[in-house]
């Protein structure tokens, strides 16, 4: 630093530098993480098929259908059907299978017209439901998700060239320089990983960002495994303008810039879309559903009582008396 007024660059802060020189607000985060192999791990199990819907979903469902059947039963028994004329608990199960067994055994005569009109509007109600639940299973079956391959011994590790990542790892992981690989590039970092000449590499989190953000598909990253306190320019201790230098850096750093400078230099995304991992997808509630579950009860209730105003109209009509001839003996 005696021969220069100022190092622009990636320094990460820390302490034994601070005794030499003064930094300003870092501008990157900096904790060190351990880059490793990733294998995928599908979630599935054995109640996957139920997973598409909550389980108050699943009951206002199963609800649905009970209400059809006793919607049906009353609007046949009301009409006369013969088979609603068995006893009270034949009627209960008949409430549950007679819709059913209508539609796809065609087992069931149905007498009211009103209960054609019930039956098409669940039948449309099973098939949207069907439809939305077969979607969503399959993103369920189909959805995987990366786990972090950590090796049960590290007999060779990879670091960062010229960082100070060499004497961490060998006083924290007890490693000796034998076994520590050093590395340039994160091209470097995928050839040393895929051929195995190392089983894991610690870096700092922007250049395993960077790495991810190229070769984010099989590999992952596990950390924090050591806090640091960023990276940020060097300037002579006692530097007059290093205050001036701070604020622009947080001026940078609060604003839309910093960002597109990442995207736009170091190929940084989202946070976190570098793992490449599919969120569980979410289970269908009540909400989703609730507009068909009220047309289709408004559709229902109207049918029984268009039906009962058609048996009321029925039974109040005047037949007509035919004369008949009556001979009077005396």
Known sequence: MHHCQAVAGDITIRGN???HVDFTIPYL?????????????WNQTLWTFIKPFTWRLWITVIGACIFIGVAIGILEYRAGNPQFSSPFYSKLILVVWFPISTFFFQEGKILNKCSKVVLVTWLCMIFIVVQIFTATLSSWLTLHQLRPTVPSTFDYAGYQDGSFLKDLIMENYNYS???LLPLRSIDEY?????????TAIFDELPYIELFLAKYGSDYMKIGPINQESGIAFAFPRGYPLLQNFSRAVVNVTESKV????KKKYLSFSTPDTSQNNQALPQSLDVQSFIGLFIIMG????????SSEISLM??????????PTDIEIHL
């Not at 985060?29 to 995928?40: C, F, G």
């Not at 995928?190 to 190392?198: E, F, P, Q, R, Y």
């Not at 408004?298 to 009582?305: E, K, S």
Request: proline share 2%; net charge positive.
């Open 190 to 198: 995928k050839n040393a990983l895929s051929n195995g000449s190392v």
């Open 177 to 179: 320089s034998d076994h």
């Open 298 to 305: 408004t559709v229902t209730v109207a049918a029984i009582i």
């Open 258 to 261: 910093m960002m597109e400078l």
């Open 313 to 322: 109209r029925r039974n109040t009509k005047v037949l007509p008396v035919v």
């Open 29 to 41: 985060s900096s904790e060190v993480y351990m880059l490793v192999h990733a294998s995928k791990e």
């Open 17 to 19: 530098r601070a005794q």
